[in-house]
């Protein structure tokens, strides 16, 4: 099946970069995320647990982010669809090509059993994403793909010395999860911390967190919208997996206490710069992406706690998935409406478009972490373990600076919803679709705050049992 | 003979600090893809033929005359000549390296002893790395930051000759394609850059800030 999958995903891609219109290259995209779907539904009934090609397995952990990816990547191809109609044929390929090879690079590296694979599609992610960053041609956007690839590539290259160093336990190099699982705790000490290091700054370009999150801000602010949806979880999706994977690795390792305070260092300091960086920026997509460095900097921080927080941080990233991409979504109509993002530009909202500021209400309600939002579990979880650990620095530190975030969110979306200020002759009308795909997210992450289907927690039980 | 090779893979990476022209970058990463070459044809003993066939081919094309070719062909694109605009002066970097060197040694005798890696291949290749990063946090101008990261990659390359890891082939061909795609796709930035600002200095790029 995964065979098939990468097939097709080449296939269409070489017959969009021969295509001779728009809506061929629609025609195509529909296509193939249509198929991506059925894909993911046919892994669920028909494939659990199967190994495809010797490097792909189709896990739990794989299963769940790619039903995430399939769902979101459809949504941002249709908005994107709506948003660059008026782009001429050939950037309009180069960024169809560009979403098309993301999804299915972060797919491969989803369901990668394998360290090597996992790291060879990561950097095919960076190459897909600078397509998508420079669609825009203008000095920006060529800025900030210079230091995305630039970066990405660097800190891929350290992550790949540190798989290097992990190799050195392996039998005959054989750096699948599981070979690596059986002989890791015979490491020598030194080389796993070193390795681990290495790692988590390599894929930290991906993960938008602390150390090398800044290429993931201008990547943010220099794509179109709709793929700032996808990069902002899809890609930071695929950085976590990669994470958890060597997380798990780890766990079973006497290095595994030096590995959660390193985590919990990086977890810190990106809700710092997240908290810092909400209150200054003045362009709604970065202030977004910042948002996503602080939360990611909580699953960090879940992740070096370990117990009952790893739990929690699967489940705030699959719903900080719903809820950024629903978010992303409505800040794209929101840059169309008014044809900036600059947050002292716009206001008024809820009287331009009353579902869409609702949206937004609820998109960042669920950002606060307040009730109902299923943010307000993870963290809840979180923070209880926080006390059961006996860390109150942290708790401490946390609740600052979670009250600076909250303030930031607070009273940027206060302002985005009712500032008065005049609208931009000739704005493009609120398309309702555009306002309900968002929305629908959104209001997916909310049900999941008020109930956790059975189901639902004994799959991601299964993901974190090792 | 190989350790000759080594010295003079060393020597290289010594006189990348006191470059002032860009061809030069260029020949000196040639040398190197071919200093690479030669230790990993002197290596054959090491492990299977085939595998080391393959490596030491895609050694030869890829680091010896792939991308030597494409950051000349960078070069006559954008017309930059002159090393000329590094933060740190020339002689201040050649003693930052030197630094590096001795660092590299002694960090490789306290890690490397009583370990199954080769400790010349692993000191010269944390002595490359650490120098590919002092070229990036050195200079200004974003095509000595891509000769960096070039550095960092041959490096890279030597500390997986230290470790003998033996990947699949198809890992491998997956790995070095990654790796040519962000050069070419480094290089055709560059060149954009070229055409928009006269200098390509890092200075030009600081518009993505809050």
Not at chain 1, 302 to 323: D, I, K, P, Q, T
Not at chain 1, 355 to 364: E, F, H, R, W
Not at chain 1, 410 to 434: C, D, I, M, Q, T
Request: net charge positive; hydrophobic share 55%; with cysteine.
């Amino acid at each position: 099946m995964m065979t098939v999958y990468l097939l097709i995903a080449v296939l269409i891609a070489g017959l969009m970069a021969l295509a001779r219109s728009h809506a061929q290259v629609r025609a195509l995209g529909y296509v193939f995320y249509g198929l991506q779907l059925l894909f993911a539904l046919s892994i669920w009934m028909f494939a659990r647990g199967s190994e495809q090609l010797q490097f792909f397995t189709f896990d739990a952990l794989g299963m769940l982010f790619f039903g995430l990816l399939s769902v979101i990547s459809l949504v941002a191809f249709y908005q994107s669809n709506v948003y660059l109609a008026e782009d001429p044929l050939h950037p309009f390929q180069t960024y169809h090509i560009s979403l098309l090879l993301l999804c299915a690079s972060a797919t491969a590296v989803y369901f990668s059993n394998n360290l090597a694979v996992t790291w060879v599609f990561l950097e095919a992610t960076t190459l897909a994403t600078a397509g998508l960053i420079y669609h825009g041609r203008s000095a920006s956007s060529l800025e900030a793909t210079w230091k995305y690839v630039f970066i990405c590539s660097t800190g891929i290259l350290l992550a790949y010395l540190g798989v290097l160093l992990l190799s050195t336990v392996t039998i005959h190099g054989d750096l699948s999860y599981a070979a690596l699982a059986d002989v890791i705790a015979t490491g020598n000490p030194l080389y796993l911390k070193i390795a681990f290091v290495f790692i988590l700054v390599g894929y930290s370009c991906k993960l938008e967190v602390f150390p090398l999150y800044t290429v993931g801000i201008d990547a943010n602010y220099a794509a179109p919208t709709p793929a700032s949806a996808v990069v902002s979880t899809v890609l930071v999706n695929a950085g976590f997996v990669s994470l958890l994977r060597v997380y798990r690795l780890f766990a079973q390792t006497p290095v595994y206490g030096w590995v959660s305070g390193v985590l919990l260092l990086c977890g810190v300091i990106s809700v710092l710069v997240g908290a810092v960086y909400l209150r200054r920026t003045n362009h709604y997509k970065r202030f977004f992406a910042y948002s996503t460095t602080e939360n990611l900097g909580i699953v960090l921080i879940g992740l070096g706690l370990g117990g009952v927080a790893v739990f929690a941080a699967v489940f705030h990233v699959m719903a900080h998935s719903l809820v950024k991409s629903g978010i992303f979504f409505n800040v794209a109509q929101i840059g169309r409406i008014y044809g900036s993002y600059r947050i002292n530009r716009i206001g008024n909202y809820i009287c331009v478009n009353r579902l869409g500021a609702v949206s937004m209400l609820l998109g960042t309600v669920s950002l606060l972490a307040l009730p109902p939002s299923a943010l307000f579990i993870s963290e809840l979880m979180i923070f209880k373990q926080v006390i059961a650990s006996g860390r109150w620095w942290l708790f401490g530190v946390m609740v600052v600076l979670l009250c600076f975030v909250m303030y930031s969110l607070a009273y940027r979306l206060l302002r985005l919803l009712y500032k008065p200020v005049a609208l931009p002759e000739g704005e493009h009308a609120v398309n309702r679709l555009v306002t309900w795909s968002g929305f629908v997210l959104i209001l997916l992450a909310v049900v999941l705050g008020i109930m956790q289907p059975d189901p639902l927690v004994n799959f991601i039980e299964s993901i974190i049992a090792w | 003979m190989l350790l000759a090779l080594i010295v003079l893979y060393v020597v290289s990476l010594l006189y990348l600090s006191i470059i002032e022209r860009f061809r030069h970058y260029v020949m000196i990463l040639a040398l190197q893809g071919w200093l690479l070459f030669g230790v990993a044809l002197l290596r054959w003993h090491a492990s299977e033929w085939y595998e080391l066939a393959f490596v030491v081919t895609e050694t030869l094309i890829f680091k010896a005359l792939v991308l030597p070719a494409i950051l000349y062909r960078v070069i006559r694109r954008t017309g930059i000549n002159r090393v000329h605009t590094a933060s740190v002066a020339v002689f201040n970097q050649l003693l930052m390296s030197m630094g590096l060197l001795l660092g590299s040694l002694v960090m490789t005798y306290y890690m490397a002893a009583d370990t199954q890696f080769d400790m010349v291949f692993f000191g010269v290749a944390l002595y490359a790395v650490l120098s590919g990063m002092l070229l990036i946090i050195t200079h200004k101008r974003i095509f000595s930051h891509l000769v960096g990261f070039l550095v960092i990659e041959n490096g890279v390359f030597l500390f997986a000759m230290a470790i003998g890891v033996e990947m699949p082939y198809l890992i491998n061909i997956a790995i070095l394609l990654d790796i040519l795609m962000s050069v070419l796709m480094l290089g055709m930035v560059i060149a954009r850059i070229g055409t928009r600002y006269r200098h390509m200095n890092v200075d030009n790029l600081d518009s993505l800030k809050d």
